[in-house]
C-alpha cells in the first residue's frame, strides 16, 4: 500500500517562508518521480513543482525562482523549499508519486494534503 504523508504546512506571513516534506512508503521510492500539487478553494488542482527519478525539474511559472523541489532517495522524502511567499499561494499542498506519466495528468498516488496560508 502506497502511503504519502506530507508535513510542514502552516500560517505564514507574506515574504517568508517554509519547507514542505513529503515521506514515502510502499513504494521504490527512486524509480518515481515525484512532485507537489496544490489546490486553492474553488480552482483546480495545479501543478507546483516536480522532479524525476533522475532529477530533472519543473516548475509552474507562478513560482519559478521562489520555490524549490528536491528529493532524498536515501530518506524517501521529498521536499518543497517556498520562499517570498504570497497570499496566492494560499492553498492546500499534495504530494504525489508516479511513474512515466505526464504531469498534465491527475494521475499516481497522493497524499492527504498539508494546509499553506499566507497572510498578515
Known amino acids: 500500500q502506497v502511503l504519502l504523508v506530507e508535513s510542514g504546512g502552516g500560517l505564514v506571513q507574506p515574504g517568508g517562508s517554509l519547507r514542505l516534506s513529503c515521506v514515502a512508503s510502499?513504494?521504490?521510492?527512486?524509480?518515481?518521480?515525484m512532485a507537489w500539487y496544490r489546490q486553492a478553494p474553488g480552482k483546480q488542482r495545479e501543478l507546483v513543482a516536480a522532479i524525476t527519478k533522475v532529477g530533472t525539474t519543473t516548475y509552474a511559472d507562478s513560482v519559478k525562482g521562489r520555490f524549490t523541489i528536491s528529493r532524498d532517495n536515501a530518506e524517501n522524502t521529498a521536499y518543497l523549499q517556498m520562499s517570498s511567499l504570497k497570499p496566492e499561494d494560499t492553498a492546500v499542498y499534495y504530494c504525489?508519486?508516479?511513474?512515466?506519466?505526464?504531469?498534465?495528468?491527475?494521475?499516481?498516488?497522493w497524499g492527504q494534503g498539508t494546509q499553506v496560508t499566507v497572510s498578515s
Open positions: 510502499g513504494i521504490i521510492f527512486s524509480i518515481n518521480d
Open positions: 504525489n508519486a508516479r511513474r512515466g506519466m505526464p504531469w498534465s495528468l491527475l494521475s499516481g498516488s
